[in-house]
T-cell receptor
Framework: SAVISQKPSRDICQRGTSLTIQCQVD?????MFWYRQQPGQSLTLIAT?????????ESGFVIDKFPISRPNLTFSTLTVSNMSPEDSSIYLC????????????FGSGTQLSVL | DQQVKQNSPSLSVQEGRISILNCDYT??????FLWYKKYPAEGPTFLIS?????DKNEDGRFTVFLNKSAKHLSLHIVPSQPGDSAVYFC????????????FGRGTSLIVHP
């Protein structure tokens, strides 16, 4: 199993500012995933980050709002830009299990509150 | 359009009794299903899965049942313990589409001592 360290664990931010969330994995992985969980909602995939290429964004998410970096095979960042209260969510990074059983490992999440 | 639905946001059960968490899906192409458990301030952790070729998978106190004709799956926890109190997410994926699973909204289970 993969161990994923995510930080910050929580933050309270002002409207219009940006926050960068970091995700570190204890092993090399090809793909890293960024999810969002808004209050009372499901885990929604924001984007898939591959090392050496631009992230692939899901419908409803754009690079200008959620820029992602993937400088190597163990690290990724997600930035939430120009924040508004609607961005208040839990943000989670995730990697797949190489056992081939389609399961994902998740970081502990970042609880973001935007005032 | 929600492809994976967990219609019960919460469930309360007495310790020692059975907990049954339900999940419905709309995409008949899904061919694998998973349950995740999430404690507060932690990320979801994988609990149990089932592929579409099976109708039951058991792991200790946890059993997942799949009814493909009804597009319904359920997670049974027997006996329930207070440490099982968490949010449970149902997820589904595969079947020619993206292998990345689609999640439901979760059901908050509270097991009372």
């Amino acid at each position: 199993s993969a161990v994923i360290s995510q930080k910050p664990s929580r933050d309270i931010c002002q409207r219009g500012t940006s926050l960068t969330i970091q995700c570190q994995v204890d092993s090399q992985v090809t793909m890293m995933f960024w999810y969002r969980q808004q209050p009372g909602q499901s885990l929604t995939l924001i984007a898939t980050a591959n090392q050496g290429s631009e992230a692939t964004y899901e419908s409803g998410f754009v690079i200008d709002k959620f820029p992602i970096s993937r400088p190597n095979l163990t690290f990724s960042t997600l930035t939430v830009s120009n924040m508004s209260p609607e961005d208040s969510s839990i943000y989670l990074c995730s990697v797949e299990d190489w056992g081939g059983n389609e399961k994902l490992f998740f970081g502990s999440g970042t609880q973001l509150s935007v005032l | 359009d929600q492809q994976v639905k967990q219609n019960s946001p919460s469930l309360s059960v007495q310790e020692g009794r059975i907990s049954i968490l339900n999940c419905d899906y709309t995409n008949s192409m899904f061919d694998y299903f998973l349950w995740y458990k999430k404690y507060p301030a932690e990320g979801p952790t994988f609990l149990i899965s089932i592929s579409s070729i099976k109708d039951k998978n058991e792991d200790g106190r946890f059993t997942v049942f799949l009814n493909k004709s009804a597009k319904h799956l359920s997670l049974h926890i027997v006996p329930s313990q207070p440490g099982d109190s968490a949010v449970y997410f149902c997820a589904a994926g595969g079947g020619g589409g993206s292998y990345i699973p689609t999640f439901g909204r979760g059901t908050s289970l509270i097991v009372h001592p």
